[in-house]
């Protein structure tokens, strides 16, 4: 089994649907990380947490939100989804006393009509 | 924050041949690089790192990087590349904590028999 899950793995919605990717690790890792993967643009963070009660916005968080449940689960929700979110999501985690290693999840493709 | 530079967007090269992928970052502080491969339809995984040290950092698979600070670049090497190297690699950098990571956008390697 995956360290990193992310479920689901593809989704295809039309505008204006709420829509909500579930990641969940095994790792006992206190950092999440959801970012987004464009092709040309490489990986842009969306938003990030150091633990359950601590929430950071990153480069690109408008139009997202998030939920950490508990340390093992970190949830993106696109409140209203419009075509420019169409894009591959991944999920990553890392230690607190780290030396700077991500690891990631499969990925969930996001198409959005 | 930082910008990570990678130029080329497709590299092909043929089987057996050597290759370089370049990167480049924008910062004159002290920074973390790193270099991920993405196989198809899988998330990011670590190639290598350069924390501190030697600036010649070797990886998995037989890649290696090397920190030029008077550039502000790190580029991996292979000196014989495989078709099972066929990927695309991206090229990220973190300051000082590991808060953040920042990505470049990507290099396609396709190896060609």
């Known amino acids: ?113 | 924050a930082q910008s990570v530079t990678q130029l080329d967007s497709q590299v092909p090269v043929f089987e057996e041949a050597p290759v370089e992928l370049r990167c480049n970052y924008s910062s004159s502080v002290s920074v973390y690089l790193f270099w991920y491969v993405q196989y198809p339809n899988q998330g990011l995984q670590l190639l290598l790192k350069y924390l501190s040290g030697s600036t010649l950092v070797k990886g998995i698979n037989g890649f290696e990087a090397e920190f030029n600070k008077s550039q502000t670049s790190f580029h991996l090497r292979k000196p014989s590349v495989h078709i099972s190297d066929t990927a695309e690699y991206f090229c990220a950098v973190s300051e000082g904590n590991f808060n953040k990571f920042y990505f470049g956008s990507g290099t396609k390697l396709n190896v060609k028999p």
């Not at chain 1, 006992?28 to 970012?35: Q, T």
């Not at chain 1, 963070?45 to 601590?54: A, M, R, T």
């Not at chain 1, 169409?86 to 009509?113: D, H, I, K, Q």
Request: glycine share 8%; hydrophobic share 30%.
């Open chain 1, 1 to 113: 089994d995956a360290d990193v899950t992310q479920t689901p793995r593809n989704r295809i919605t039309k505008t204006g649907k709420r829509i909500m990717l579930e990641c969940s690790q095994t790792k006992g890792h206190d950092r999440m990380y959801w970012y987004r993967q464009d092709p040309g643009l490489g990986l842009r963070l969306i938003y990030y947490s150091f633990d359950v009660k601590d929430i950071n916005k990153g480069e690109i968080s408008d139009g997202y939100s998030v939920s950490r449940q508990a340390q093992a689960k970190f949830s993106l929700s696109l409140e209203s989804a419009i075509p420019n979110q169409t894009a591959l999501y991944f999920c990553a985690t890392s230690r607190t006393t780290n030396t700077g290693e991500l690891f990631f999840g499969e990925g969930s493709r996001l198409t959005v009509l």
